[in-house]
């Protein structure tokens, strides 16, 4: 049996790094195992911590049987058995002595893979009931990936005797066996990690709120679409986003744009340059002053680190300046790959009725915050930490390096965790902001009615409370910001203690290469790499929501058009203007039909009236007209055409619309008139207002058809909204309902009614009534009843068979009367009202 006899191999110490054309295994065996059971003992710990603080146990259906999840718990069971056989196998073997790294290694290492094991059963038996994410937790992805890439420092070693490459001996060939299991083993664990297939694919709370839910029974009644995706990690896909990302930053088309984002991609890379050479001339500058230099040496050397300093990147310097010159030709340009707003447009009608965020979602194509913040902000910060290591590694020794990597690790790591856990903070503080904002504009917005009922002291105390509350929410987001803070200030401190004890070290004792000069290069470059770290939380937090934001924004153009044009489709030839409806179905979700075996022709210059119910299916004919949907039977035919055979542009360019619910844009009358057909001239709109008969009433204002119209028309009164839609109209004239005229005056109503029997003269039209007196003159009347035509004919016709249009009838004409001798009776009694006190004849009695 071996004997223990001394730490390292009797030709080797602990701090030789490099010995022999690779790492010194002493070295490397002692720094894993410590390194990987801190990461795992202290992270893992705050993980477990934070799962049983705020976690709950899953329900054993939740948790999904995996194959693969038990090989992650096999291969961390054999890891275990690993380090230990090969501890014990060192140690039964006679011939050699066994160094104490070796047993510290196999101890070190079993320890922290079996807390990892524990780890990773904790994660699969409970979880975080506001999670939206899935996946393993950053710290058990931090582990496997630390193991594996350490394995893979082994090929670094490849021609060192020290190592087993040789496989000469006995021992070389058992300790290259172990680590090729343990290669393989870490590798699997950190791929299989990614997929996480022992955790649920959808977050808790969504499990356990649908599984009441009789998900079968509502998917029968609902359109067939697309399953949708699953919640998953804001970071999963990155390099989907990122790839979609980049036609905002790469002008395709644009030579000039393309040499401007190169020139500002070099610009990077002189700045990371610089940033090394800074601290170098820095040092050389107290070397010389110290080694009593010539002054044209030393003046020269001050020249080149100043002229260096005033290029070096950063806020407010040279070359940063320059580079956000040169990029904002780059960012303000729109380009061609980047998908245009104008594709929401093209989607069918069903979406828009159903998109609640549809503006939202089209401004959010305009940000590409996360890109620039990616390429301006964190790759060149992670590339300075990159650069740092090998730096201190290659011209100190391995332990500066060491140092900066430990500290930057635990500097990134930290300030990802508490920013996500200060989020809820400042999410609370935005809705307590909302919240007190809502009340002050809600106050101000109805003065009058506060005014009306003397409630200034009530709004002012609610005001006070929201904004006390607002305050309460905000103390608590700037105390974590400063607790934040104080962490990241912590880590670099300790990291700067370590690193300029250990430089003080060498520099004093003078068996190392070190001078004084190198002691300031250590502090001002470690300084100047935590500099930009200092908003790494910040880029961190708006990284994360802009890819958020981009999910909806990447759904909206995964949407499919779903009524378009056909292969071979022509233009409509538009003729005289008859409409057929040949046996139309067309139902918005299977199995509940809206339209069954509707038929009916429309006469060129003919009217057609259809009444009914309330969701029978008369604003859905409309639609079809339009052809906002297809039909799922039948045909619709316009001249003889199908218009499911003809171009929409073609088909719409011959319809125009009055809806009830007219909508004006924001901009002159002139412009909404022309909106029913865009090329018309000047003289074509004021002929179209003239039929119209609102063309006096726009000469009579002060700019006449240069007037502004409000938001949604509401600077125009309902009669004028009215007529100018009216004059937007087409050859063939759709009436979506009058709704809008029973709250006008009758005088307008029948100004309104006027003008548009004058433009639907000689036209074809199809009028959608909700008050039957406006269709009296109609040529056809269809009484639409559970999507059927229940009846048809003229007004005289249909009241002499005393059907469903009689008794429409009959209840208008009661309800008219009632209304009729209310408003009588109001009138007598304003006439019986003796007369105001607050007259100014009035004496007062004797």
């Given at each position: 049996?071996?004997v223990l006899?001394?730490?390292?191999?009797?030709?080797?110490?602990?701090?030789?790094?490099w010995?022999d054309?690779g790492?010194?295994?002493?070295?490397?065996f002692t720094?894993?195992?410590?390194v990987?059971?801190t990461v795992?003992?202290?992270?893992?710990t705050?993980?477990?911590v934070f799962?049983?603080?705020y976690?709950?146990?899953?329900?054993p259906?939740?948790?999904?049987?995996?194959?693969?999840?038990?090989l992650?718990?096999?291969?961390s069971?054999v890891l275990?058995?690993?380090?230990?056989?090969?501890?014990?196998?060192?140690?039964?073997r006679?011939?050699?002595?066994?160094p104490?790294?070796?047993v510290l290694?196999g101890v070190?290492s079993?320890l922290?893979?079996?807390?990892?094991?524990?780890?990773?059963r904790?994660?699969?038996?409970r979880?975080l009931l506001?999670d939206?994410?899935?996946?393993?937790?950053?710290v058990?992805l931090l582990?496997w990936a630390l193991?594996?890439?350490a394995?893979n420092l082994?090929f670094?070693?490849w021609?060192?005797?020290h190592w087993?490459?040789?496989l000469d001996t006995?021992?070389?060939?058992v300790?290259?066996?172990l680590w090729?299991i343990?290669y393989?083993?870490?590798?699997s664990?950190?791929?299989?990690?990614?997929?996480?297939?022992g955790?649920?694919?959808?977050?808790?709370m969504?499990?356990?709120?649908e599984?009441e839910?009789?998900?079968?029974s509502?998917?029968q009644?609902?359109?067939?679409?697309?399953?949708?995706?699953r919640?998953c990690s804001t970071?999963?896909g990155f390099?989907t986003?990122?790839?979609?990302?980049?036609p905002y930053?790469?002008?395709r088309?644009?030579?000039?744009?393309?040499g401007l984002?190169?020139l500002?991609l070099?610009?990077l890379g002189?700045?990371?340059?610089?940033?090394?050479?800074?601290?170098?001339?820095?040092?050389?500058?107290?070397?010389?002053?110290?080694?009593?230099?010539?002054?044209?040496k030393?003046?020269?050397?001050v020249?080149?680190?100043v002229m260096?300093?005033?290029?070096q990147?950063?806020a407010?310097t040279?070359v940063s300046n320059?580079?956000?010159?040169?990029?904002i030709?780059?960012s303000s340009?729109?380009?061609r790959?980047?998908?245009?707003?104008?594709?929401?447009c093209?989607?069918?009608l069903?979406w828009?009725?159903?998109?609640?965020?549809l503006?939202?979602?089209v401004n959010r194509?305009?940000?590409?915050?996360?890109?620039?913040?990616?390429?301006?902000?964190?790759?060149?910060?992670m590339?300075?930490i990159?650069?740092?290591i090998?730096y201190?590694?290659?011209n100190?020794?391995a332990?500066?390096?060491?140092i900066?990597?430990?500290?930057?690790?635990?500097y990134?790591?930290?300030?990802?965790i508490i920013?996500?856990?200060r989020t809820?903070y400042?999410?609370?503080?935005n809705?307590?902001?909302?919240a007190?904002?809502t009340k002050?504009v809600?106050?101000?917005?109805?003065?009058?009615t506060?005014?009306?009922?003397n409630a200034?002291?009530y709004?002012v105390?609610?005001f006070e409370e929201?904004?006390?509350?607002y305050?309460?929410?905000?103390?608590?987001?700037q105390?974590?910001l400063?607790?934040l803070?104080q962490?990241?200030?912590?880590?670099i401190?300790?990291g700067l203690?370590a690193?300029?004890?250990?430089?003080?070290?060498?520099?004093?004792e003078g068996?190392?290469?070190?001078q004084v000069?190198?002691?300031?290069?250590f502090?001002t470059?470690?300084?100047?790499l935590?500099?930009?770290l200092?908003?790494?939380?910040?880029?961190?937090?708006?990284?994360?929501?802009?890819?958020i934001d981009?999910?909806?924004?990447f759904?909206?153009?995964?949407?499919?058009?779903?009524?378009?044009?056909c292969l071979?489709?022509?233009d409509?030839?538009?003729k005289?203007?008859?409409?057929?409806?040949?046996?139309?179905?067309f139902?918005y979700?299977?199995?509940q039909?809206?339209?069954k075996?509707?038929?009916?022709?429309v006469n060129?210059g003919q009217?057609?009236?259809l009444v009914?119910?309330?969701?029978?299916?008369k604003?859905?004919i409309i639609?079809?007209?339009?052809r906002?949907?297809?039909?799922?039977?039948g045909?619709?035919l316009i001249?003889?055409q199908?218009?499911a055979?003809?171009?929409l542009?073609s088909?719409?360019?011959?319809i125009?619309?009055v809806?009830?619910?007219t909508?004006?844009f924001?901009s002159?009358?002139?412009?909404?008139?022309r909106?029913g057909?865009i090329s018309a001239?000047?003289?074509?709109?004021?002929?179209?207002?003239?039929?119209?008969d609102?063309?006096?009433?726009i000469m009579?204002?002060?700019?006449?058809?240069d007037?502004?119209?409000?938001?949604?028309?509401l600077?125009l009164?309902?009669g004028e909204?009215?007529r100018?839609a009216t004059?937007?109209t087409?050859q063939?004239v759709?009436l979506?309902?009058r709704?809008?005229?029973?709250?006008?005056d009758?005088?307008?109503?029948r100004?309104?009614q006027?003008?548009?029997?004058?433009?639907?003269a000689n036209?074809t039209t199809?009028?959608?009534?909700?008050?039957?007196s406006?269709?009296?003159?109609?040529?056809?009347?269809?009484?639409i009843?559970?999507?059927q035509v229940?009846e048809r004919g003229r007004h005289?016709?249909?009241?002499?068979?005393g059907?469903l249009y009689?008794e429409?009838?009959?209840?208008?004409?009661?309800a008219?009367?009632?209304?009729?001798?209310?408003?009588?009776?109001?009138?007598?009694?304003?006439?019986l009202?003796?007369?105001s006190t607050?007259?100014?004849?009035?004496?007062?009695?004797?």
């Amino acid at each position: 049996m071996s004997v223990l006899r001394s730490y390292c191999e009797s030709n080797s110490s602990i701090s030789q790094t490099w010995v022999d054309r690779g790492i010194s295994p002493c070295f490397y065996f002692t720094l894993l195992p410590s390194v990987l059971l801190t990461v795992t003992f202290f992270l893992g710990t705050l993980h477990c911590v934070f799962y049983r603080r705020y976690g709950t146990a899953m329900e054993p259906k939740f948790i999904p049987r995996s194959c693969l999840y038990a090989l992650q718990q096999a291969l961390s069971i054999v890891l275990m058995i690993q380090f230990l056989g090969g501890a014990i196998w060192r140690a039964s073997r006679g011939d050699a002595e066994l160094p104490g790294y070796v047993v510290l290694y196999g101890v070190l290492s079993t320890l922290g893979w079996c807390y990892a094991l524990a780890l990773l059963r904790v994660e699969r038996r409970r979880a975080l009931l506001m999670d939206r994410t899935r996946g393993h937790s950053a710290v058990l992805l931090l582990l496997w990936a630390l193991a594996f890439c350490a394995e893979n420092l082994a090929f670094v070693s490849w021609y060192s005797p020290h190592w087993w490459w040789g496989l000469d001996t006995q021992r070389d060939q058992v300790e290259f066996a172990l680590w090729l299991i343990r290669y393989l083993a870490t590798g699997s664990l950190f791929f299989l990690g990614l997929r996480a297939p022992g955790l649920p694919r959808r977050p808790y709370m969504l499990l356990i709120n649908e599984e009441e839910h009789d998900v079968e029974s509502r998917a029968q009644n609902l359109p067939q679409t697309p399953e949708p995706r699953r919640e998953c990690s804001t970071w999963q896909g990155f390099r989907t986003k990122v790839r979609l990302l980049l036609p905002y930053m790469w002008p395709r088309g644009s030579v000039l744009l393309q040499g401007l984002v190169l020139l500002c991609l070099s610009l990077l890379g002189v700045e990371r340059a610089i940033n090394v050479f800074v601290p170098i001339y820095y040092k050389n500058i107290v070397n010389e002053l110290s080694d009593g230099s010539s002054w044209r040496k030393l003046a020269t050397t001050v020249c080149v680190y100043v002229m260096l300093k005033f290029l070096q990147g950063g806020a407010g310097t040279w070359v940063s300046n320059l580079r956000s010159f040169l990029w904002i030709r780059c960012s303000s340009t729109p380009t061609r790959g980047a998908p245009p707003p104008s594709a929401t447009c093209s989607l069918s009608l069903r979406w828009h009725l159903g998109s609640l965020e549809l503006l939202t979602n089209v401004n959010r194509r305009l940000n590409n915050v996360p890109l620039f913040y990616i390429v301006f902000s964190i790759a060149p910060t992670m590339a300075d930490i990159v650069i740092a290591i090998i730096y201190f590694v290659t011209n100190f020794n391995a332990w500066f390096g060491l140092i900066v990597f430990v500290c930057m690790t635990l500097y990134l790591t930290l300030t990802i965790i508490i920013t996500e856990w200060r989020t809820k903070y400042r999410r609370d503080m935005n809705l307590q902001d909302n919240a007190a904002k809502t009340k002050a504009v809600d106050s101000l917005l109805n003065f009058e009615t506060v005014k009306y009922y003397n409630a200034e002291s009530y709004e002012v105390n609610r005001f006070e409370e929201a904004i006390l509350r607002y305050q309460g929410s905000e103390w608590d987001s700037q105390a974590s910001l400063a607790l934040l803070n104080q962490t990241q200030n912590l880590i670099i401190g300790l990291g700067l203690l370590a690193g300029s004890l250990l430089c003080a070290y060498f520099v004093t004792e003078g068996s190392f290469v070190l001078q004084v000069g190198d002691f300031v290069l250590f502090g001002t470059y470690i300084i100047q790499l935590y500099t930009p770290l200092n908003w790494f939380g910040t880029y961190y937090r708006m990284i994360q929501n802009s890819f958020i934001d981009m999910e909806s924004m990447f759904k909206l153009f995964e949407e499919e058009e779903e009524v378009k044009d056909c292969l071979g489709a022509g233009d409509l030839e538009f003729k005289q203007g008859k409409v057929e409806f040949q046996n139309v179905y067309f139902s918005y979700i299977n199995g509940q039909e809206i339209l069954k075996d509707v038929s009916f022709t429309v006469n060129p210059g003919q009217t057609l009236a259809l009444v009914g119910k309330s969701g029978s299916g008369k604003s859905t004919i409309i639609r079809l007209m339009f052809r906002f949907y297809d039909v799922q039977g039948g045909n619709v035919l316009i001249d003889g055409q199908d218009i499911a055979k003809v171009k929409l542009t073609s088909l719409r360019s011959h319809i125009g619309v009055v809806p009830q619910d007219t909508v004006l844009f924001n901009s002159n009358i002139r412009d909404n008139i022309r909106y029913g057909r865009i090329s018309a001239s000047d003289a074509e709109v004021e002929e179209a207002a003239i039929a119209a008969d609102i063309h006096d009433k726009i000469m009579g204002f002060a700019e006449g058809y240069d007037s502004q119209v409000g938001e949604r028309g509401l600077k125009l009164s309902g009669g004028e909204n009215q007529r100018v839609a009216t004059a937007r109209t087409r050859q063939i004239v759709l009436l979506p309902g009058r709704h809008a005229t029973s709250a006008l005056d009758t005088q307008t109503e029948r100004n309104i009614q006027a003008s548009l029997a004058k433009v639907c003269a000689n036209r074809t039209t199809i009028v959608v009534a909700h008050r039957l007196s406006t269709i009296i003159g109609a040529d056809q009347i269809l009484v639409i009843s559970d999507g059927q035509v229940a009846e048809r004919g003229r007004h005289e016709e249909l009241l002499d068979k005393g059907g469903l249009y009689a008794e429409m009838w009959q209840r208008q004409q009661q309800a008219q009367d009632s209304d009729s001798d209310t408003e009588a009776k109001d009138r007598k009694s304003e006439k019986l009202q003796p007369p105001s006190t607050s007259s100014g004849h009035h004496h007062g009695p004797h």
